[in-house]
């Protein structure tokens, strides 16, 4: 599975922003997708995942209310639907597939995309 993430860009707080992950492989379908985002001088974080069907999500606890995940699977595709957007979310944020339903470090995911910046200014 080879993934690409775009749709970063700078926002002032309280904005939206959607970004999106393009994969191509035809394992994507029943891959479990995540988000992760790394900001400057920190580790990489866990974001949320959303299961191959798209029916079973979990998030961390900093962005439940704030983003959702979705895919389209006919568009071979994932999404992070960002609301509230707040200066700490500025961040490098990345997709990743292929790994197992719950987990949650980076190291549990095989194929990554390489990131796109999201730039929230208070």
């Known amino acids: 599975v080879q993934l690409q993430a775009s749709g970063g860009g700078m926002v002032q707080a309280g904005d939206s922003l959607r970004l999106s992950c393009a994969a191509s492989?035809?394992?994507?379908?029943?891959?479990?997708v995540a988000w992760f985002r790394q900001a400057p001088g920190k580790e990489r974080e866990f974001v949320g995942a959303i299961n191959g069907s798209g029916v079973r999500k979990y998030y961390a606890d900093s962005v439940v209310g704030r983003f959702t995940i979705s895919r389209d699977n006919v568009k071979n595709a994932a999404y992070l639907q960002m609301n509230g957007l707040k200066s700490e979310d500025t961040a490098v944020y990345y997709c990743?597939?292929?790994?197992?339903?719950?987990?949650?470090?980076?190291?549990?995911?095989?194929?990554w995309g390489q990131g796109t910046q999201v730039t929230v200014s208070s």
């Open positions: 990743a597939a292929n790994g197992r339903w719950g987990a949650r470090h980076p190291d549990g995911f095989a194929y």
């Open positions: 492989g035809h394992t994507f379908r029943s891959s479990l």
